[in-house]
């Protein structure tokens, strides 16, 4: 049973790829309408993690939802070409008619995430990184999830780009949706997330940012000695 | 037919799986060698076959999504050499290239069958194929089984072959599948365009070349290949321009 003020309970998931053990023994939970930033090095298995949440990989250990929860799931890469004649409109309408949605439910999922109708006639492929992210977003939203999993949403996107795609995150998790989001961004994670999962070969530590994120455990997770300046606080984290 | 190739071939595009399906389309041959030898219908040998290489397609992606495209290309490529030893002769040319003259009644009815259950799933299915080749992950959450609805779509794709192997032989079907589909990718600007176009080119493409092929007596596969492959070079070259 999974306590009703959550709305994700992992405990021991460990995950093989063939020979390759990808993570051990992870255990943690996450509160209904709060944020978990997973961080670390590449390699370290934070989309493998994701995809085992959702059930696209076989794991060892338990993953409960919530018995309420529809995840929307915003991947970092997609596996359709993006410059195929594949329109905005022709992907958010597929998504709408089969969650049974209406046509003014795209209107509101683009007001959401801060596009307008105008981006529904062109090619994704023609789209910015950000735009196209909070497309994807817009997209996951018509499912309307109480849990939105973002892999990596602001990788490869112009500094203003970014900025509005963590803007949008941050008003969905002020309309109570709980938000696991993949992210390299540590000044960010410090900022946003409730809690941060760190991921690396050897440790994994969770827990509140400020806490857990320590020059010494960054230096350990990533190798190599981390600054983290939080914009609002010009101190390094202590 | 022609219509189920189209819209079979424009989701090949999105699905990256043109040198998969091209590859696949050649399974039918060692099936037609094997109907000839135990004295069956040989387009029967050619379904069992193809629906039998989509399924290994199929199962080899589940177990890794590396390298299948290498895989799928040697065991097809094998497939065709075990084929052509398999049949000989006359045989070996009609199940390659097609004889369209030879239609049976039977044949025809199997045909329009298949063709038609063929559109019937592509339309319905339309919009979780758009999910599930956007993103597999994205289809899961969406709470498309994902593992099935691939199966399907790959043995749509099989039966397609399987519905042109008379007109077209296991080498050409293929091209029927994906030249219309690359040719629509072109013009297209958006989904129901491409859809469309592609459907629209292979109807082109066929009745075109049958219609030679009965004006100047040729064989009917290659020429609808030809008219197929002419329109991809035009669209191209005013691309281009």
């Known amino acids: 049973m999974i306590l009703p003020a959550n709305a994700l309970e992992v405990e021991h998931l460990s995950v093989r790829l063939g020979d390759v053990e990808i993570l051990r023994d992870l255990s943690f939970s996450v509160p209904k309408g709060s944020s978990l930033a997973v961080i670390g090095p590449n390699g370290s298995g934070k989309t493998i993690l994701f995809r085992a949440l959702i059930g696209a990989v076989p794991h060892e250990g338990t993953v409960r939802w919530a018995p309420d929860a529809r995840i929307g799931y915003v991947p970092q890469r997609l596996d359709l070409e993006r410059n195929l004649p594949v329109t905005g409109d022709d992907l958010l309408r597929a998504r709408a008619r089969l969650a049974a949605a209406q046509s003014s439910d795209i209107e509101r999922v683009l007001s959401r995430v801060g596009l307008t109708r105008e981006i529904l006639g062109k090619g994704i492929g023609t789209l910015s990184g950000g735009q196209f992210q909070r497309l994807l977003i817009a997209f996951a939203l018509l499912g309307d999830p109480t849990v939105l999993l973002l892999d990596e949403p602001t990788a490869g996107i112009d500094e203003p780009g970014q900025e509005r795609v963590t803007e949008t995150v941050r008003r969905l998790q002020e309309d109570g949706v709980t938000v696991l989001m993949i992210s390299h961004e540590l000044s960010v994670v410090v900022r946003w997330a409730t809690n941060v999962l760190c991921l690396s070969r050897e440790h994994t530590y969770y827990g509140i940012p400020r806490q857990v994120l320590t020059p010494e455990v960054l230096e350990q997770v990533y190798g190599e000695p981390v600054a983290l300046y939080v914009h609002d606080d010009p101190r390094p984290i202590s | ?241």
Not at chain 2, 80 to 92: D, F, K, M, N
Not at chain 2, 173 to 183: D, Q, Y
């Open chain 2, 1 to 241: 037919m022609a219509v189920a190739a189209g819209l079979v071939g424009a989701f090949a595009l999105m699905r990256r799986m043109t040198l998969a399906g091209d590859a696949l389309s050649h399974v039918a041959l060692p099936g037609i060698g094997v109907a000839i030898l135990i004295g069956i219908n040989p387009l029967a040998g050619a379904l069992v076959a193809l629906l039998g290489g989509a399924v290994l397609i199929w199962a080899l992606e589940r177990r890794t999504r590396v390298a299948t495209e290498a895989i799928i290309g040697v065991v097809f490529s094998a497939a065709l050499a075990v084929g052509a030893l398999l049949a000989t002769g006359e045989q070996l040319i009609d199940a390659l290239f097609g004889a369209p003259r030879t239609l049976s009644t039977w044949e025809l009815v199997a045909g329009l069958t298949g063709a038609a259950a063929v559109i019937a799933f592509m339309l319905a299915a339309r919009d979780r194929l758009v999910l599930l080749f956007l993103s597999s992950d994205v289809a899961r959450t969406a709470g498309i089984d994902v593992q099935r609805l691939g199966l399907l779509y790959l043995l749509a794709f099989a039966l397609t072959v399987a519905l042109g192997l008379r007109f077209l032989g296991a080498l050409l079907m293929g091209s029927l599948i994906i030249i219309p589909a690359a040719t629509a990718r072109q013009v297209a600007r958006n989904l129901n365009q491409m859809l469309g176009w592609s459907v629209g080119l292979a109807v082109f493409a066929t009745v075109i070349g049958a219609w030679i092929a009965e004006s100047t007596g040729h064989e009917t596969g290659p020429l609808i290949v030809i008219v197929a492959a002419s329109c991809f070079v035009l669209v191209t070259a005013v691309r281009r321009r």
